[in-house]
Each structure stands twice: as C-alpha cells, then as structure tokens.
C-alpha cells in the first residue's frame, strides 16, 4: 500500500486539502525506513565525508605552489594499507556469521579485528617516527603537514570506531545482554563504519600518493 | 460536541481514527537531583540549560559593546581600554553573539524545547548524546571564557579570525594563548553541536507522532530542521579552518601563513594562503547567518499566525523558501570578500547569487504580511515583537541588496553601513524573535504569563532604541566613518554631526543595554508571581500546548502519544466553534468545521 514519494511529491502536498488530509491521518510518523542507529551513523558518516573533503579541497589549492614537495611512501604504509584492507574483510566475515547467530565467531572475529586495528594505529605511529628520523619534520614543507594531518586524523576516526568496536565486543561477550536483534543491528553498525573508514584511507593515501 | 472547549479533550481521545499500539519507550528516568537537574537527559531540561548559558554568555558579550561604545563617544571615561583591549571587546562581542548566543539559543535552547513536543515525540531520539552535547557546549563557552583570565588576554583578530595577522605578534592574544583558546573553543563548539544536530535531525525525520508528515508540521520545526542541515554543512568547514590554523600557530605550519618580514625579519612561514582560509570561513561564515536567520524566520511565521487568528499565508511556499534560502546560503559566501584579495571576476557570480536569495526572502515576508490581512490581530507582547522582526528584517535585507553589489560595496566596505546592515539583519531581527519566543512559550514554560507593563516597556524600548542606534550608523557609513577604528582622531569624516551621532548611539546603546536587565528581572520574577497562564492561553494548534500537563512533564505526553489529524494552522476554520482546531482534535470532533479552503 505504501508508495514511496519522491522529496517533489512531498513538498507539493497541500496538508489543509481534504483529500490529503485523509491520506495523512495513516501516516505512521517516521520518514525514513531506516533504524535510528542506521540513521545516526549515515549522519556521521556524511559529517566525516564533508570534513575530509574540505581537508582535501584545501589540499588541493596548496598543492599548486612552488614550495611543495613530494614526500617518499615507505613500504611501511602500503603494510598498513593492507592490514586495515584485512580487517576490513574480517570484519565482512564477522557479519556474516552475526547473521547467522553463530556469536562465538563473532566474538573471536572481532577480536582480530581489534588486534588488527591497534597494529594499523601503531604501524602509522612507526610510519611519523620514520619520517621524524629522517627529517621530514611537519612544519618543513606544506606535504609533510598535509600527511601528519591526515594520518592523525584518520587514525582519531579509528580511535572513536575502537569505541564502538568495545561497546559491540561487550554486547557479544556479557550474555545477559544478549538480545539478538540488537547484537546483529550493533556488529552491523559498527562493520559499515569499519568499512567507511578503509575508504576514507584509500581515498587519502591514494591522494598522497599521485600528487 | 460534549466537551466545552478543545483543552477539555484528553489528548488520544480523538476517535476518528483507532489508535496505534504505541510500543513503551526506553525513557531515561532521573533518579536523583543531579540527573534531574544537572547530568539531564530530557530535552526540555537540557533546553533550559543552553539556552541559560547561551544567555549568560550573552550578556557579557552586551557589557563588552557597551564598553566599545563608551570609547568611541567618551574615551575619558573609559581609560583602560587601549588599542588593543578595543579590538578584543570587538572580537569576543562578534563571536559571542552570533556562536555562542544566537546558534546555541536557538537550536539548542528552543530546538531541544520544541522539536520533540512539536512533532508528538517522548524525547529527543539520543537523550545521552543530547546531555553530552550540552556538556561539551559549556566546556566551549568556559574555553571561551577563560581566554580573559590567561597572559595577553583573548583574541583581538576580529570575529573572522584572518591570518595572517590573527596568529602574529602585533594582534592582541596573536602570540600568547589568547587565539589558541579561541580556535579550541570553536572546534568543542562544533563537536558539542555535531551531536546535537544529530539528534534534532533524526528526531524531526523519524520519531514524529502518527499523523504527522513532514508538510503538517509547525515552521518553526522546518525552520530549526532545515537551519541544523545547514550547520551540519558548514560547521566541518570551520572546524577544519580552526584546525589548520592551530597547527599554522603551534607548529609552524604553513597552510595559510604566507613568507612575510614582521620588524625587518623573515618569518619561517612559506607560501601558505590567507585568502583559502577567508573561502573555508566565510563558506561556514555565510551559512551561519541562516542557521541564525531560519528558525527566527519559522518561529515568526508560527507567533504571526496564532496571534492573527489566520492560517499562516502559502504555508508550502514557506517550507520551500526555507529549503532554498539554505540551499543558495551555500553558493553566495564570498560576497564577504569583494575586498579581500579574491579574482574581481568572481565578485559577479556572488552578486547575481547573493541578489537571487532575495526572491525567497521576500516571498516570506510577503506571506507574513498576507497572513496578517484580515486576520484578527491581538496585539500581545510576542505580536509586537513579531511585528518588529517584518520591519527590520526588510530594513536589514534592503541595505544587504546594496551591499551585494560590487560596485556599491567597494565604497562601503569597512564602513559603519556595514556595521548597520548586519546587526539589523542578523543581530537585531533575531534577537527580536527570540524575545517574541520567549514571551510566546514562557507559559508553557513555568505555566504563568511574563508581566505584560514590564514586557511592553522592553518591547518599546528595545525596538525603537535599536533604530536609534542602528539608522545613523547608514549616515556615518555614508560619510566614510571607518569600522573597527579604535578612535577616530581629527579626521576628515570626522565632523560635528558625526561627533554627536556617535555620542547619542552611545548613550541610546546604554538604554537599551539596560533595559535587557529589566526583561532579566521580568524572566525571574513571573516564574513565581506571574499571572497563571493554564493550558494553552494563545489559543494554539500546534502540538507542544496539547500536554496533559503545565508545564509538561516527564515523557511530554501523557500515557499516549497525541495523534495529528491536521497541519498545525487550522484558525478561524469557517463553521467550528471556536477560532482554532488543534492539531490532534479529530474530524469527528468537529463536525460542524468546514473543510479550510485556501
């Protein structure tokens, strides 16, 4: 019965028109068939885009002066490249099994994926000492600052998705807390930002790299 | 009908339609003093607490103009401000009021108040992260604050904060921690307001009551909606200016810091852009005066219509032009840089879209106009002020259509026309408002009306003052009056009228200034001794005074939510009894109204 109305037809309808009126009256309050988790993280998730692009967009205004130079990419980022990929699949695997309600794989699936994410924070922690050591300080050239920027930022997006990863990791562990609706919604949830978080990086580093 | 009036009907008995098994909801429950009244999760509460900071804040942000003022017309008397102390009044007073003040009152104060009992919700749809919110805000405001207290003292940068000045040693607070707590304050500012946002867009999308599309909410929702989608935009880029700018102070970045000599020596700076941190500014800067100006506009629309007894006029034509004045506001921001250093070029593509946002605002100022024809006006004390917004808004909204054009721009820039224009339109016409709101919802509030003589005189005094201060400010711009001059010598604009005009704006900004303190005593007093109010003393359709109780309690509604059976202007409907139909009084209940026909 329900037909789904374009934003056009919606701002078109006459609400003191009798006809409508009566169509009105059945509407359920809701205008999204989504969870208000679902919804809630999208909104994160366009918040996060928007403020990457505007970092990518000044990025881009900089990189066309004289000064800049390119900085080298250690073999080191590309291995941490593939550990977030890793955890990223991993993270495919756990939700898969969420689905299915087998928990116990959950559980240790995401422990991985924890391990998995604290080696990617330190792996880039190692990349920045790398560079510090071999002088590419942040306030030496416009690159530089623009790598430290991002790697940081990237890596505080992790840290805030490590917390969701804990609030998923004590959902799956403590029994009683076992709703099983609500586990697989949380795993699910926490996956998509996991995923979203391995873009942003491709996206940056892939950024870093041709320019 | 059985009942007497509509505030007889308890609310879910309209039985037109059955009502839907409404599943009980997770609602926190406050166990003690502290998460009642200090660590609160119930949006009404944390709206009284933004909106109590917001204030707060507001007036030390009014003792700083007064300050300003004092120098200008009667530097004797003021012998501690310096150069230097002038431009940090002129910064903190800037920033204060349209951040910290005007964006936190209304979204956070009244969007927390209104939006879950305007579309029938228990809560808001994330109460924890909506406390946090508040939480993070105050920390924002004492950042803010605590710049007055550190070495050096706050920012004296001006409110848009430019390199490369902003971070050098000739600005006050540029080399000390002045500017650093500054850029702190305003990245809290936008994470405390990040999750904020969250919850007043979800709440207004997905947790209305049965019966409540989009199209039959109230335009103060769309308005506060539509204003917190824009934030949501434009505060990243904010967010990410304060960051890069941090970093040009702290660590010796050069995003926008250009190479420069400063007392005959080379900086470290290199090639950085000042004029790409003016485009990431004002593409927040802008927008900020619609996520100011957009809920004034819905809540204006709201007071007109209840004390005109009339169906707000073109009510779709409202809710689009609110949509696309938030769209344009995104593509107009750098007519704030005619002068700046941008391409001349560029200033034609931002006038022709600055001067197109024109269409839409007089639509709704025609719409509220219309609304008023014919229509029963009470003159209350929320009408007046209403009344007062349509009048300055079009007195601030014309001399912008001058200031949009290059060419009249050039000569005007950095005059004090510019200083009249935007503290009519964006100062004064929503102050305006939210004096009318607080008048409006004050009974709904604590249940009793703020004392009307008190209120008048506020009213007349506030309103009339401000076209004291604010119309000469024209004159002097025209005569070339610089702004931001911390003094203004002998100059050559500099005549007798000019001398006397700035000691009169001074001495009407202190009435004025002063006359808030009386509207401060009204505020405190009528919650105890005001005349009671009862349930819905306006009269009104929409949904928030439909509570069971005054003032609502735990929950909003009673044990059922409300169901909506109409938009929220159902006034004067030809053949009902009384002169309005609430949103949740069903057909059945109103045999004898006609269909609206509009």
């Known amino acids: ?211 | 009908m059985a009942a007497d009036s509509y505030e007889d009907i308890a609310v879910g008995k309209g039985d037109a339609i059955p009502a839907l098994e409404v599943k009980p909801q997770d609602l926190y429950h406050a166990k003690s003093f502290w998460t009642r009244w200090i660590f609160c999760q119930d949006a009404k509460v944390i709206g009284i607490q933004y909106s109590i900071t917001a204030i707060a804040i507001g007036l030390v942000a009014l003792v700083l103009s007064w300050l300003m003022r004092l120098q200008l017309a009667f530097p004797e008397l003021v012998p501690f401000i310096g150069p230097g102390e002038y431009y940090q009044f002129v910064t903190m007073h800037g920033m204060i009021m349209v951040i910290y003040l005007l964006t936190a009152l209304f979204l956070g104060g009244f969007g927390n108040f209104l939006i879950p009992l305007m579309v029938g919700a228990r809560d808001m749809v994330f109460p924890y992260v909506n406390m946090v919110s508040y939480w993070v805000y105050l920390l924002a405001v004492i950042v803010l604050v605590a710049s007055f207290f550190v070495p050096g003292g706050p920012t004296g940068a001006g409110w848009t904060l430019y390199p490369p000045q902003a971070i050098k040693s000739g600005t006050a607070g540029g080399d000390s921690l002045g500017i650093v707590l500054m850029l702190v304050s305003l990245s809290i500012f936008v994470v405390g307001f990040t999750m904020g946002g969250l919850n007043y867009v979800i709440t207004t999308l997905q947790a209305r009551t049965r019966g409540m599309t989009l199209m039959r909410m109230p335009l103060t929702v769309w308005g506060i909606f539509t204003a917190t989608v824009l934030a949501l935009f434009a505060f990243p880029a904010l967010i990410v200016s304060c960051i890069m700018l941090t970093l040009d102070n702290l660590l010796g970045t050069s995003f926008f810091m250009p190479a420069m000599v400063q007392f005959g020596e080379q900086s470290d700076y290199s090639g950085g852009s000042p004029i790409l941190f003016q485009h990431l500014f004002w593409f927040f800067g802008h927008p900020e005066v619609y996520i100011v100006a957009l809920p004034a506009f819905g809540i204006v629309s709201d007071l007109i219509s209840v004390h005109a007894r009339k169906n707000i006029f073109g009510y779709r034509m409202m809710v689009w032009a609110i949509v696309i004045i938030g769209a344009l506001s995104f593509i107009v921001w750098a007519h704030h840089m005619y002068v700046a250093g941008m391409n001349p070029w560029f200033g034609f593509f931002f006038a022709t879209t600055t001067l197109i946002i024109a269409i839409p605002t007089a639509l709704k100022v025609y719409n509220w106009v219309i609304t008023l024809w014919r229509g029963n006006i009470h003159l209350t004390i929320p009408m007046l002020f209403a009344l007062a917004f349509i009048v300055t808004f079009v007195n601030g909204g014309i001399t912008g259509l001058f200031l949009g054009n290059v060419i009249v721009d050039v000569p005007l820039s950095d005059t004090y026309f510019v200083v009249a224009h935007f503290h009519m339109v964006m100062g004064i016409a929503p102050v305006l408002v939210v004096f009318g709101a607080i008048y409006h919802w004050y009974p709904l509030l604590t249940g009793r009306f703020l004392h009307e003589g008190m209120g008048k005189f506020h009213f007349w005094v506030s309103f009339l003052g401000s076209y004291l201060i604010y119309f000469p400010m024209h004159y002097l711009g025209f005569v070339g009056v610089p702004r931001r001059y911390y003094e203004m010598y002998d100059s050559e604009f500099m005549t007798v009228s000019t001398n006397y005009l700035n000691q009169f704006i001074t001495v009407v900004a202190l009435i004025v200034g002063f006359s808030q303190l009386v509207f401060l005593y009204n505020l405190i007093t009528s919650a105890k001794f005001g005349k009671k109010a009862g349930k819905n003393p306006w009269k009104a359709c929409s949904l928030e005074w439909r509570t069971p109780e005054v003032p609502p309690g735990h929950g909003n509604f009673g044990k059922e939510l409300p169901i909506v059976y109409r938009w929220a202007y159902d006034f004067s409907v030809p053949g009902a009894k009384e002169d309005y139909i609430p949103q949740d009084i069903g057909p059945s209940q109103v045999p004898e109204a006609e269909a609206e026909q509009t």
Request: proline letters at 3%; one cysteine or more; aromatic letters at 16%.
């Open chain 1, 1 to 211: 019965m329900k037909k789904k109305e374009s934003i056009f037809q919606l701002l078109t309808q006459k609400p003191w028109d009798p006809t409508q009126m009566k169509v009105d009256n059945l509407h359920k309050g809701a205008t999204l068939d989504l969870s208000k988790g679902k919804l809630g993280l999208r909104y994160i998730m366009v918040i996060s885009t928007i403020f990457f692009c505007l970092f990518i967009v000044t990025y881009s205004d900089r990189l066309i002066y004289p000064d800049w130079q390119k900085m080298p990419e250690p073999l080191m980022l590309w291995l941490n490249t593939f550990i977030l990929f890793i955890s990223s699949i991993v993270f495919l695997n756990a939700q898969i099994a969420a689905k299915n309600s087998q928990f116990e794989i959950v559980k240790k699936r995401l422990i991985v994926i924890g391990v998995l994410a604290l080696a990617f924070l330190i792996g880039q922690l190692f990349v920045w000492l790398q560079f510090i050591s071999l002088g590419y300080y942040v306030s030496s050239n416009p690159a530089n600052a623009y790598f430290y920027v991002f790697t940081a930022l990237h890596g505080l997006h992790l840290l805030g998705g490590l917390i969701y990863w804990f609030i998923s990791i004590r959902k799956v562990w403590v029994p009683s807390n076992i709703v099983i609706a609500k586990v697989k919604h949380t795993v699910e949830l926490c996956a998509i930002y996991w995923h979203f978080l391995l873009a942003v990086w491709i996206v940056l580093f892939g950024l870093m790299l041709f320019t």
